[in-house]
Every structure is written in C-alpha cells, then in structure tokens.
C-alpha cells in the first residue's frame, strides 16, 4: 500500500510564503498537489514525474507555485511564494507509479490526508 505523508501547511499573511512536502512510500511515480477550499470543487495545482521533466501548473499559481522533487528521497515540494487569501484550501498530494503521461488531468490513485494552508 502506497503512503503519502504532507508537511508544511499553516498560516501565513498574505504576500507570503510556504513549503508543502510530500514523502512518498514508491520509487517511481507522477505526483501531483491539489488542493480544496470550502464550497469549491477540487482544483489542480502542479505536477511532476520521477525525473522533474514533465512539469505543469494551474494557471492560478504559475509563476508563484514551484513544484521540486528530491527523488533520492521520493519527496516532492511544492514552494508556495506570494500567497494569496484565495490560495487557503485544503493541499494534498496524490500519485501514481505508473501513467502514460503525467500533468493535472493523470488519473491519480494514491492520496495523501492533506495538509491546510491558510492566508489571511
């Protein structure tokens, strides 16, 4: 069984920053960060594969979010610069070990519990 383990959500003002983590129990896999705000459907954020060549990013966070992988450590990150208040959801990563193509609309099959990140 595949375990996602998230670190790193809290609160912060807007204009700042966090780091989400996201260990990962399998050696190969397209990860992806999601997140949920209350009322609101669940939105794509950023991905990537194993190798940090396939990256992509939801039109509301690029160029703010950047997502990283230490794949020695089967841990993704995704930095979080310039928060907004409408940025405050529910984070959590999700993967699979195997796909035929990895961004934001991969069938994802293993999910974390979430961390919550809050801007005020």
């Known amino acids: 069984h595949v375990q996602l383990v998230e670190s790193g959500g809290g609160s912060v003002q807007a204009g700042g920053s966090l780091r989400l983590s996201c260990a990962a129990s399998?050696?190969?896999?397209?990860m992806g960060w999601f997140r949920q705000a209350p009322g609101k459907e669940r939105e794509g954020v950023a991905s990537?594969?194993?190798?940090?060549?396939?990256?992509t990013y939801a039109d509301s966070v690029r160029g703010r979010f950047t997502i990283s992988i230490d794949n020695t450590k089967a841990i993704a990150y995704l930095q979080m610069s310039s928060l907004k208040p409408e940025d405050t959801a529910m984070y959590s990563c999700a993967a699979v070990s195997v796909a035929p193509r990895c961004d934001l609309d991969t069938h994802f099959n293993e999910w974390g519990q979430g961390t919550q990140v809050t801007v005020s």
């Open positions: 990537i594969d194993f190798y940090g060549d396939a990256i």
């Open positions: 399998i050696s190969r896999w397209c």
